[in-house]
């Protein structure tokens, strides 16, 4: 399907209503495409059929992929998009850089979705540094000024197919995997994501990891 969509906008012989139609099929398309993975994913989390690999990671490569990948969308809402690593740049990581960015796109794709205006920002930090061992926690804050998660719903997002309530499905999509896929990812790298949030002020998840 998404095949023959792409070779059908790539001929240019559609007028604008046909475009519009083409459009919204590719859209329902990559939406169906992002539910079935999401799905799968939790299933082989689930089951333990997933392995995390050990490869070396670049803070300002991996950044650099986050911003080609989610700056389009910011800038489709008039956003303010930054992403914040001094100091890290030079530092070779120990992970899977292929989860990893998938965590982040998580995170950064639900802080663009739920903000209508102001910014979104990832701040990268290094705490524990443990220069002896070669050891640290890498922390990753997502902050966003959007519409922020009541408190009664902090805990339960986390949980498959969970959100903050019906309204949410209806008006901004998804199917509720992304943040427990991105939790369930985060403890098999043996860290943490967490939530500090208000309603209407916006949210802040902290990928901690070591």
Known sequence: ??????LLLRRGELNREQQVFVETIRKSSD?????INDVLDFSKIDSGEITLEKNPVQIAHLMGEIISIMTVQAVEK???FKVEHEGLDELVFEGDQTRLRQILINLVGNAIKFTQHGSVRV??????????ESAAILNIRVIDTGIGVPPQ???????KFKQADDTISKGFGGTGLGL???KLLT????GKLSLISEVCEGSTFTLELP
């Open 153 to 159: 719903y902090q805990d339960i997002i986390f949980d």
């Open 123 to 132: 701040i990268c930090t290094l705490t524990d540094l443990n220069i002896t």
């Open 180 to 182: 427990p896929i991105s």
């Open 31 to 35: 939406h169906l495409l992002a539910l």
């Open 78 to 80: 008039n956003l303010e």
């Open 1 to 6: 399907i998404d095949g023959f969509i792409k």
């Open 187 to 190: 403890e098999m790298m043996g």
